[in-house]
């Protein structure tokens, strides 16, 4: 089973960039789709951003779509999420997220690993 940790949340002002990135281990992410998703306090986990197993597909939400890219390096086996231009409505517990297809899926309840979240806080 795989196992995913995500680094490089922290505190940054509105206006602000941060990179995210996540880890895997325990096996390979090369032959599945990733995903990043998040939660703020009081709300449902909502998707966020999704690339396929080459990167040749990618898949945002409408909230982030021009200020986020997410990229992928098979041969280091992670997954980063570049965020751009950070609003305080940004502000969340961030998750990367495996799935067996090898496509992009917004929906969480394709996605079969998890990580522990990495806290992202936008100051206004």
């Known amino acids: 089973q795989v196992q995913l940790v995500e680094s490089g949340g922290g505190l940054v002002q509105a206006g602000g960039s941060l990179r995210l990135s996540c880890a895997a281990s325990?096996?390979?992410?090369?032959?599945?789709?990733m995903g990043w998703f998040r939660q703020a306090p009081g709300k449902e986990r909502e998707f966020v951003a999704a690339i396929s197993r080459s990167g040749d597909i990618r898949e945002y939400s409408d909230s982030v779509k021009g200020r986020f890219t997410i990229s992928r390096d098979n041969t280091k086996n992670t997954v980063d999420l570049q965020m751009n231009s950070l609003k305080p409505e940004d502000t969340a517990q961030y998750y990367c997220?495996?799935?067996?297809?090898?496509?992009?899926?917004?929906?969480?309840?394709?996605?079969?690993?998890w990580g522990q979240g990495t806290q992202v806080t936008v100051s206004s």
């Open positions: 997220a495996a799935t067996r297809l090898s496509g992009v899926t917004l929906y969480s309840r394709n996605y079969y690993a």
């Open positions: 325990g096996g390979t992410i090369s032959s599945s789709g």
